[in-house]
Each structure stands twice: as C-alpha cells, then as structure tokens.
C-alpha cells in the first residue's frame, strides 16, 4: 500500500502567515494527490486535486506544489476561516491513502 | 444538485455487523464511483473502500476481510457492511463520490454494549 506521511501534525500560525503543509508519498503516484479541508463537525471540503489545480469555490491564496514525491499545500496569506484541519489524499491506486493530519491554529 | 446521505444505526453492539446506507441523488451510480471513509472522534480520515462505476470494488486491506460494498442502482444506493465490530470502529462514517468534490453530511456509529 502507499503510505502518505503528512507534516506537520500541528502548525500555529498567525493572521497573515504565509504556511506550508506537506505530504511525502511512499511510491510514485504522479499527481493523484488531492487536499481536503475540515473544521469541526463538517464533512471535508476538496481543496485542490490534480496536485495543482483549485477546486470550485476555492480562494486563490490557496494552492497545491508537486516536486517528485513532495506535496505542499500553501496558504499565501492566512485568514481567519481557514482555521481547520488538513488532509492529503493518494488516488494513484487502491487502496487510497490519507495523510495523517494537519491542525492549523491560531498562534 | 449533487447529494449524498448516510444513514444507519448510531449504537451497534460489539462482535455484531454494521449496515449503512448512502443514498445519492443528482448523480448515476454507473457512471460515479462512492468511496466510504471513516473517522473515529479526535482522529483522522481513514479511507475504507470504494465501489466502481462498473461494480467492482476495492477495500482497505487493514479492513477487507470485514468489509463488503455493494450497491443497487435503481435505488440510487450504496451499502456498507462491516462485521465483528469493535469499540475501536466507533466512529463518523462518511461517503464520497467520485472526485471527492461531494460528501455526505456523516452518520455517527457508536460500538457499545
């Protein structure tokens, strides 16, 4: 199975940082690589699919990196909404795979 | 509009099998696969298994040997059964289309005597 090791597992940060959060693949899975969003007690949200590109409705201070293995999802300027949590997801093959998690907070 | 629903029991005994169902509508079960994801209280997404557009299905090798998806298209639904359950898969129980641009709202399942 490919594993998905998702950093960091917690990012406090501040109104308009501009934060980073990762996800290494264990094997190649090009850019199956989708990003979800998910405050509490709701349903995750995509984010970002294709590794790059911006799902509907997505702000544009949002978006997705791939270099080789490496996946990043970039806030460029941190707002108050998007206080949540993150998750990265393989597609590449069955079985998917998700991150492990990442809670960005308020500093 | 896109919609996907869960429902089922929220207390299912311990070593006894789970039943869900996820009702769609807006979209056609011959053309959308549904994946079904899990996550227990405070923890993460786990990815369950997924039932192809074709009928076919995939599962989470942690789980396969407990799990079955199957579906009936012209009710639009997709079921989940799961069998000897433990208190470790209490959890939120969700399910997704293709895409994973669309999710249900979740059912909570409680494991508990």
């Known amino acids: 199975d490919i594993q998905m090791t998702q950093a960091p597992s917690s990012l406090p940060a501040s109104l308009g940082d501009r934060v980073t959060i990762t996800c290494r693949a264990s094997q190649d899975i090009g850019n199956y690589l989708r990003w979800f969003q998910q405050k509490p007690g709701k349903s995750p949200r995509l984010m970002i699919y294709g590794a790059t590109n911006l799902a509907a409705g997505v702000p544009s201070r949002f978006s997705g990196s791939r270099s080789g293995s490496d996946y990043s999802l970039t806030i460029s300027s941190l707002e108050s909404e998007d206080m949540a949590d993150y998750y990265c997801?393989?597609?590449?093959?069955?079985?998917?795979?998700f991150g492990s998690g990442t809670k960005l907070e308020i500093k | 509009q896109v919609q996907l629903k869960e429902s089922g029991p929220g207390l299912v005994q311990p070593s006894q099998t789970l039943s869900l169902t996820c009702t769609v509508s807006g979209l056609s079960l011959t053309s959308n696969s549904v994946s079904w994801i899990r996550q227990p209280p405070g923890k993460g997404l786990e990815w369950m298994g997924v039932?192809?557009?074709?009928?076919?299905?995939d599962y989470n090798s942690a789980i396969k040997s407990r799990l079955s998806i199957s579906r009936d298209t012209s009710k639009s639904q997709v079921f989940l059964k799961m069998n000897s359950l433990q208190t470790e898969d209490t959890a939120m129980y969700f399910c997704?289309?293709?895409?994973?641009?669309?999710w249900g709202q979740g059912v909570m399942v409680t494991v508990s005597s």
């Open positions: 997704a289309r293709k895409g994973f641009d669309y």
């Open positions: 997801l393989q597609s590449k093959e069955s079985p998917f795979t």
């Open positions: 039932i192809w557009s074709n009928g076919g299905t």
